[in-house]
T-cell receptor, first 113, second 114 residues
């Protein structure tokens, strides 16, 4: 039981490049989330999903897209990376609603030059 | 959204009890209060959750007064390994279209001193 895993662990992009971050969970959770964490800012919700095939915007969705084609996977895409998207990205999942315990992945560190 | 306010940082010596207070004046009737712990270079980890009065588990206690406008996380006899950032969260609690925000805030950086 690996819990929540994230791929890759670290990535360097040039401005304008695109990439996809993969989150996978093996707990059969319905809800999945993508957060970003910047120094001194805490965690901010980018997008979330309440079930397979559904996605919704969080607090800071601009510049990102997501997809939940399979229940266990939640993908975060950057179509045209910008330096402002340099951050640590955390994926999380929970069994039901937001107020259920969220289980976090180890994070993906992204640097956009 | 129900926002939270916590101290930015706290210091404590090993073996002492640490109390971290969080203010959430706009908490909704059906919101729970949840605390997470985050070590450097790791994702946050659930510590404790409560709705009112007192909740205790093997790690911490959570005290919530009757008006629920604040809560206090209590860590008994802290050790160096408790050095981390602690987040107080209050869910929006709404159902329906779009209101599933859960705001982490900036957290409280606890430093335990030997």
């Amino acid at each position: 039981n690996a819990g929540v895993t994230q791929t890759p662990k670290f990535r360097v992009l040039k401005t304008g490049q695109s990439m996809t971050l993969l989150c996978a969970q093996d707990m059969n959770h319905e809800y999945m989330y993508w957060y970003r964490q910047d120094p001194g800012m805490g965690l901010r919700l980018i997008h979330y999903s309440v079930g397979e095939g559904t996605t919704a915007k969080g607090e800071v969705p601009d510049g990102y897209n997501v997809s939940r084609l399979k229940k266990q996977n939640f993908l975060l895409g950057l179509e045209s990376a910008a330096p402002s998207q340099t951050s640590v990205y955390f994926c999380a999942s929970s069994n039901q609603a937001f107020q259920e315990t969220q289980y976090f992945g180890p994070g993906t560190r992204l640097l956009v030059l | 959204l129900a926002k939270t306010t916590q101290p930015i940082s706290m210091d404590s010596y090993e073996g002492q009890e640490v109390n971290i207070t969080c203010s959430h004046n706009n908490i909704a009737t059906n919101d729970y209060i949840t605390w997470y712990q985050q070590f450097p270079s790791q994702g946050p980890r659930f510590i404790i959750q409560g709705y009112k009065t007192k909740v205790t588990n093997e790690v911490a206690s959570l005290f919530i007064p009757a008006d629920r406008k604040s809560s206090t996380l209590s860590l008994p006899r802290v050790s160096l390994s408790d050095t981390a950032v602690y987040y107080c969260l209050v869910g929006d609690g709404s159902s329906g279209a779009g209101s599933y925000q859960l705001t982490f805030g900036k957290g409280t950086k606890l430093s335990v001193i030997p």
